[in-house]
């Protein structure tokens, strides 16, 4: 050590050697962390995977309630702004109930049929409640026209 | 980058760094063996590290520190012994020479903070910025360190003359 210049003290730090490192640490480290790997639960593929499948669910989840809140604000502006889903049901059973008591069994085996179609509704299917609306109005006309009508 | 060129490319430098930070050969290994399990556990994408040297540092620094709280759990809260922590007598072979024996005890009395630039840069190659990045530290706060630690070892040799 002739000076004590930084570069000096850092060529002198440079020439102190190291601890050798003990035999058979490199098969060690290396073999425990393929046993790691080898042991995980989840693999990065298949972490991918599930990390995908998340999304995918989350997008459609969304994705069909966005459709659905799109249907209803259509049909509610189809109906002049009426609640779509629980009125429709709720007038379809005062309608069944009414007309059930002054008609005929042909007629009355009819609305059954209709009203059985009606649970479907329940459901939230708004094409269902419109449709046995239309048959219920379709078999109305056919019974006023009929001349078996109690009238 | 498989586990087997890591290993060839860090293995050696990370076991000395962890001898230096936890100064006993067989803690060393184990937080080598806890380091490289971390990184066939996360399947590391090294084409998008940015600095890889800098970044295993990082992660055995980390490791270190988990080691440590582990082992001062264990201990029921009692000060873990930890004398040769920091300690560049423990990482490195004693020289045969008075001024390099010399040398070595003034390094071993800096501060911790300058000791573990030093021992990063002199015996691992980093440059201050991957320093700065494996120490959590800006770049010129870890040069800021090698200076005055050199600055001291300089002092101090000065002093001994």
């Keep these: ?151 | 980058m498989n586990l087997e060129d890591l290993y060839g490319r860090y293995g050696e430098n990370l076991y000395r760094y962890l001898l230096f930070r936890l100064g006993s050969p067989e803690d060393a290994e184990d937080v080598l063996q806890e380091t490289f399990c971390r990184f066939a556990r996360y399947a590391v994408r090294w084409r998008l590290v940015r600095k890889p040297q800098a970044f295993v540092f990082r992660v055995a620094r980390n490791e270190v520190n988990r080691f440590l709280r582990r082992k001062l759990g264990r201990s029921g809260g009692d000060p873990v012994p930890l004398d040769r922590a920091f300690s560049f007598s423990a990482a490195l072979a004693a020289p045969p020479e008075p001024s390099g024996l010399l040398l070595l005890e003034l390094a071993d009395r800096l501060p911790e903070e300058q000791r573990e630039v030093i021992f990063m840069k002199i015996f691992d190659g980093l440059t201050f910025k991957e320093i700065g990045s494996a120490c959590g530290i800006p770049a010129n706060t870890a040069a800021s360190r090698y200076r005055y630690a050199l600055e001291k070892l300089r002092a101090g040799l000065e002093e001994r003359r």
């Design chain 1, 1 to 151: 050590m002739t000076t004590n210049d930084p570069q000096d003290i850092e060529n002198n730090l440079l020439s102190l050697s190291p601890q050798p490192v003990p035999p058979g640490l490199r098969e060690k480290v290396i073999g425990s962390a393929l046993k790691t790997r080898q042991n995980l639960v989840m693999t990065p593929w298949t972490r991918a995977g599930a990390i995908a499948c998340a999304v995918l669910i989350a997008v459609s989840v969304l994705g069909d309630m966005a459709v659905a809140r799109a249907q209803n604000d259509n049909l509610r502006a189809l109906l002049n702004g009426r609640a779509v889903a629980r009125p429709l049901a709720e007038d379809l059973g005062l309608l069944l109930a009414e007309i059930s008591a002054q008609t005929s069994d042909v007629g009355k085996a009819e609305l059954k049929r209709i009203a059985l179609a009606r649970p479907a509704t329940r459901s939230g299917s708004l094409q269902d409640v419109l449709e046995a609306r239309e048959r219920l109005k379709g078999w109305l006309d056919r019974e006023s026209e009929s001349p078996e009508s109690p009238d």
